[in-house]
C-alpha cells in the first residue's frame, strides 16, 4: 500500500460508523464492567497486536483495579476445508498468566477463528479465569463458533477502519471507525 496523496489516502474513507464519542462513552462502561467483576486478585489484560493497541489504550485508563498489562501477536493459518486451525504466536506474552485472572482484549471478532485458537492456548496455561472483550463483533462472518463475554459494539459485514484497525497497515490512526471503500 503507497498512497501518493493526502487526497487519494482520505478517498478510501467511506463514511463515519461509529464516532469517537461514541466509542468513549462505550469504553467508559466496559472499564466500569472489568471494576465490577475483578478486585485484588492479579489481573492480566492482554491486548492481541497490532488492531487492539488503541483500544486497550483507552480502555485500561478506564480501568481502576490493580492490573497488569501484556502483548501478544498472532496469525492463524487454515486449510479451505478446515475450520480449526493453527496459531501461530509471533510474539508472545512476557508474563507468566498462572492462577491470574486474564481479559483478552480484541479489535474484532470476525470469523472467530484466531481468538478461538489464542483462548484455547492461553486457557492450556492454567489462568484462574479468562474472558474476552471485543470492541467489534461481526457476528455474520462467524465460521467458528465464537462468543464474546463483552462486545462494545455489532457492526454488518463492512470492512471497517479506524481506531487501530487497518487496510494494508494504514488508517489504524483513524480516531473514529469508519467503512472502507475499495
Ligand atoms: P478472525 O477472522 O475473527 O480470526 O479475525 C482476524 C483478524 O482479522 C482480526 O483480529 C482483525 O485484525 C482482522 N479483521 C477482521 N475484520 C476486519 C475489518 O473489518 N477491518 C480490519 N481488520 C479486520
Ligand atoms: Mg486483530
Known amino acids: 500500500m503507497n498512497y501518493k496523496t ?3 489516502y482520505e478517498a478510501h474513507i467511506n463514511r463515519e460508523l461509529i464516532s469517537a464519542d461514541e466509542i468513549a462513552a462505550a469504553i467508559a462502561k466496559a472499564g466500569e464492567y472489568i471494576d465490577s467483576i475483578y478486585d485484588g486478585t492479579p489481573l ?10 488503541v483500544f486497550l489504550g483507552d480502555l485500561c ?8 498489562i501484556g502483548f501478544m501477536a498472532a496469525k492463524s493459518y487454515y486449510e479451505s476445508t478446515n475450520s480449526s486451525g493453527i496459531v501461530n504466536i509471533t510474539m ?15 479489535d474484532i471478532i470476525d470469523t ?5 485458537d ?5 486457557n492450556a496455561r492454567g489462568p484462574r ?10 457476528p455474520e462472518r462467524r465460521i467458528v463458533d465464537f462468543k464474546a463475554d463483552y462486545s462494545l459494539f455489532t457492526i454488518p459485514d463492512y470492512f471497517v477502519i479506524g481506531y487501530g484497525l487497518d ?16
Open 167 to 182: 487496510y494494508g497497515e494504514y488508517y489504524r490512526n483513524l480516531p473514529y471507525i469508519a467503512e472502507y471503500k475499495e
Open 6 to 8: 493526502k487526497e487519494e
Open 118 to 122: 489464542v483462548v484455547k492456548l492461553l
Open 61 to 68: 485508563r478506564r480501568v481502576t483495579v490493580p492490573c497488569e
Open 44 to 53: 492480566i489484560l492482554v491486548s492481541i497486536l497490532k488492531g487492539s493497541f
Open 129 to 138: 479465569s479468562l474472558r474476552v472483550m471485543t470492541l467489534l463483533d461481526k
Open 112 to 116: 472467530g477463528r484466531t481468538l478461538n
Open 92 to 106: 508472545d506474552l512476557h508474563q507468566d498468566i498462572k492462577g491470574c485472572d486474564v481479559v483478552i482484549v480484541e
